[in-house]
């Protein structure tokens, strides 16, 4: 019997030394929403197109609806590889870790969404990505987004005057503080998971975002008022941490990183298609009502001066001025 045990555990240890060498990993993801949310669809197409280029050696377990947090805990987790390996992930959520990536989704950066395509097809955001890994070990795998970030709130905004001291909160980058005080409002910092309480108890009168994520996180309930501002079209990467993209084989990392590129493209058909007609279903259901700003073509002047001083700051002119001029 004794022999027996000996050579049951030396099955055991063979069985785990053949799992160990065909490289199976599992991977954690993360979306702060439901399967119904563009972010939660582009991370499956993901998913998909990595298990059938791996056969199956990557799983995947994605958790929902906010179960690990919301986007500026997982930039933590990533950082120190623990808890999330991948997500989608706004470039403001990430400032703390390395200040030049919210350059990438500063408002009032792309003039409509064919400039917002051509930038994120060509490789002009390759110095930001370097020091992203750089400075917080985060790898970018692809470009998602396309929503319209617009402002969204309890009361009417329709004009500078209305926008005038008005109390919004902003990602916790500064250059979103500083781009909406440029534009005279009271913005400040608050985490994504205590915005609609913040509205509800009239802590903040609104804040900005898109269509997509108002729907599908209900904000509407406190902030039926949609004003068209316009001033961001979102630029979204599909991030995995330095931590699990080092424990791939050199093969994976090949297939992770393809497959973040086309998903990404997959994810910003989608949700750049679906912004309008998730606009359209809630001012339909009477959630929300739109209004046009009125002014809106004096904003970007207000601002430009703010991210030509932001881009001076961390010595990336010249990336900026080749972003605009693409
Ligand atoms: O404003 C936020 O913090 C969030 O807004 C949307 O839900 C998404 O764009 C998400 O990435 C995050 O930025």
Same mark, same amino acid.
């Given at each position: 019997?004794?022999?027996?045990?000996?050579?049951? *555990?030396?099955?055991?240890?063979?069985?785990?030394?053949?799992?160990?060498?065909?490289?199976?990993?599992?991977?954690?993801? /993360?979306?702060?929403?439901?399967?119904?949310?563009?972010?939660?669809?582009?991370?499956?197409?993901?998913? @998909?197109?990595?298990?059938?280029?791996?056969?199956?050696?990557?799983?995947?377990?994605? @958790?929902?609806?906010?179960?690990?947090?919301? &986007?500026?805990?997982?930039?933590?987790?990533?950082?120190? %590889? #623990?808890?999330?390996? !991948?997500?989608?992930?706004?470039?403001?959520?990430?400032?703390?870790?390395?200040? $030049?990536?919210?350059?990438?989704?500063?408002?009032?950066?792309?003039?409509?969404?064919?400039?917002?395509?051509?930038?994120? $097809? *060509?490789?002009?955001?390759?110095?930001?990505?370097?020091?992203?890994?750089?400075?917080?070990?985060?790898?970018?795998?692809?470009?998602? %987004?396309?929503?319209?970030?617009?402002?969204?709130? $309890? #009361?009417?905004?329709?004009?500078?005057?209305?926008?005038?001291?008005?109390?919004?909160?902003?990602?916790?980058?500064?250059?979103?503080?500083?781009?909406?005080?440029?534009?005279?409002?009271?913005?400040?910092?608050?985490?994504?998971?205590?915005? !609609? =309480? /913040?509205?509800?108890?009239?802590?903040?009168? %609104?804040?900005? =975002? &898109?269509?997509?994520?108002?729907? =599908?996180?209900?904000?509407? &309930?406190?902030?039926?008022?949609?004003?068209?501002? %316009?001033?961001?079209?979102?630029?979204?990467?599909?991030?995995?941490?330095?931590?699990?993209?080092?424990?791939?084989?050199?093969?994976?990392?090949?297939? #992770?990183?393809?497959?973040?590129?086309?998903?990404?493209?997959?994810?910003?058909?989608?949700?750049? @298609?679906?912004?309008?007609?998730?606009?359209?279903?809630?001012?339909?259901?009477?959630?929300?009502?739109?209004?046009?700003?009125?002014? @809106?073509?004096?904003?970007?002047?207000?601002?430009?001066?703010?991210?030509?001083?932001?881009? /001076?700051?961390?010595? /990336?002119?010249?990336?900026?001025?080749?972003?605009?001029?693409?």
């Amino acid at each position: 019997s004794s022999v027996n045990l000996l050579k049951g *555990s030396a099955i055991a240890v063979t069985l785990l030394a053949t799992s160990a060498s065909a490289q199976d990993v599992t991977l954690r993801g /993360a979306s702060m929403f439901d399967e119904d949310h563009a972010f939660t669809k582009t991370m499956r197409e993901f998913e @998909r197109i990595v298990g059938e280029a791996s056969g199956n050696s990557i799983a995947f377990d994605l @958790r929902l609806n906010g179960e690990l947090g919301v &986007e500026s805990d997982y930039v933590t987790f990533l950082n120190q %590889g #623990v808890a999330v390996d !991948y997500t989608i992930m706004a470039p403001s959520n990430m400032a703390t870790f390395a200040p $030049s990536i919210p350059l990438m989704d500063m408002p009032f950066l792309f003039r409509d969404l064919e400039h917002w395509e051509a930038v994120l $097809s *060509s490789d002009a955001f390759a110095p930001l990505e370097a020091e992203l890994l750089e400075a917080a070990d985060i790898v970018i795998l692809g470009y998602t %987004g396309g929503g319209v970030r617009n402002l969204v709130s $309890s #009361v009417p905004i329709k004009n500078l005057e209305d926008l005038a001291g008005h109390r919004m909160r902003v990602m916790g980058a500064p250059i979103q503080a500083q781009v909406f005080q440029a534009l005279t409002a009271a913005p400040s910092a608050i985490a994504y998971s205590e915005v !609609y =309480n /913040a509205i509800q108890t009239g802590v903040i009168a %609104g804040f900005e =975002n &898109e269509a997509a994520s108002i729907q =599908n996180l209900k904000f509407y &309930e406190v902030a039926p008022y949609v004003t068209l501002t %316009g001033h961001t079209i979102t630029v979204r990467p599909i991030v995995m941490s330095g931590t699990a993209f080092r424990a791939l084989t050199p093969e994976q990392q090949e297939i #992770v990183k393809a497959a973040g590129a086309q998903a990404g493209a997959f994810g910003r058909a989608l949700e750049s @298609r679906e912004d309008g007609t998730k606009l359209q279903e809630m001012v339909d259901a009477g959630q929300v009502q739109t209004l046009e700003f009125e002014g @809106r073509e004096k904003l970007l002047e207000m601002v430009t001066p703010v991210q030509d001083a932001y881009a /001076a700051e961390l010595g /990336a002119t010249e990336l900026l001025e080749a972003v605009r001029a693409q």
